[in-house]
Nanobody, 114 residues
Framework: QVQFVESGGGLVQPGGSLRLSCAGS????????MGWYRQAPGKQRELVSA??????NYADSVKGRFTISRDNAKNTVYLQMNSLKPEDTAVYYC?????????WGQGTQVTVSS
């Protein structure tokens, strides 16, 4: 069974950058959207960014700081995060929407702290 695994999380100081990756372990038929969600302690999971047919959308809180991209050949989605703030601290999850099902990664922790 195909799995998607996130990487690239970690501890970074405010103003720093991280690049998250989410790669599939095999081929998946009919991917039509890929995205990133995050969940901070005590809060609901929220959509950070998504990419669908080349069109992207972002949560207002990350616009101008985060950039989503994908490599279709590698079944991989990326999230470049710049100018990170303490309020960006959360577990980040990738989500892949395909023709027959939705996939979730296991999550990667991002901590922004001095």
């Amino acid at each position: 069974q195909v799995q998607f695994v996130e990487s690239g999380g970690g501890l970074v100081q405010p103003g720093g950058s991280l690049r998250l990756s989410c790669a599939g372990s095999g081929s998946v038929f009919g991917i039509y959207a890929m995205g990133w969600y995050r969940q901070a302690p005590g809060k609901q999971r929220e959509l950070v960014s998504a990419i669908r047919s080349g069109s992207t959308n972002y949560a207002d809180s990350v616009k101008g700081r985060f950039t989503i991209s994908r490599d279709n050949a590698k079944n991989t989605v990326y999230l470049q995060m710049n100018s990170l703030k303490p309020e960006d601290t959360a577990v980040y999850y990738c989500n892949v929407q395909a023709a027959t099902r939705s996939y979730w990664g296991q999550g990667t922790q991002v901590t922004v702290s001095s």
